[in-house]
């Protein structure tokens, strides 16, 4: 649905599908990172679970004990061995959800500090470990559990291109204080 609306002008979108598989996540990301070298990655998720638009603020490198789609769980039941024990995004996501929760869209927007030691946070932490923070995952819940892909894809839009603004202005904000 966030293909079909675009993003602003000035933003180049790429869409990919990722399996529910730890293996091809591990290969998968690093190489779309080093592909693309994108601003930032945000990554989409479906929860059985959830009931609103959920920015989740950290990935989790530890406790995946789950089988994948393949039947495969890492032996190590971790993301990368010897990393820290969560990695936060850079993204302010609690200023992100204030900003999308003041544009009165049909959907709640709301924060989590738990993608659920899945797919979801595996992907998630294997992102933020690859590009230092510069990234972001939303949960949303299954179309129609409340939200229609009409509604869904607009508050994605509304979050991607929030998100891209505060990193923008952070990082003008560091390259001030880098020149000084």
Request: contains cysteine.
């Amino acid at each position: 649905e966030l293909e079909k609306l675009g993003l602003r002008d000035d933003v180049e979108l790429h869409v990919y599908e990722v399996p529910v598989e730890y293996q091809t996540v591990q290969r998968l990301i690093p190489a779309l990172w080093k592909k693309h070298s994108p601003q930032l990655v945000v990554h989409v998720g479906v929860s059985g679970m959830a009931t609103t638009v959920t920015l989740e603020k950290c990935g989790h490198n530890v406790g995946y004990k789950g089988l994948d789609n393949c039947r495969f769980c890492p032996g190590s039941q971790c993301c990368v061995e010897g990393g820290p024990e969560y990695i936060d995004s850079i993204i302010d996501m609690d200023t992100v959800c204030k900003r999308v929760s003041a544009l009165g869209l049909d959907v709640a927007v709301t924060i989590s500090k738990d993608a659920g030691r899945y797919l979801c946070d595996f992907t998630y932490y294997t992102s933020l470990y690859q590009s230092r923070g510069r990234s972001a995952f939303v949960h949303v819940p299954p179309l129609g559990k409340p939200y229609s892909a009409e509604q869904l894809g607009r508050a994605l839009q509304a979050i991607v291109e929030e998100m891209l603004d505060l990193l923008e202005h952070s990082e003008g904000k560091i390259n001030c204080q880098h020149e000084h």
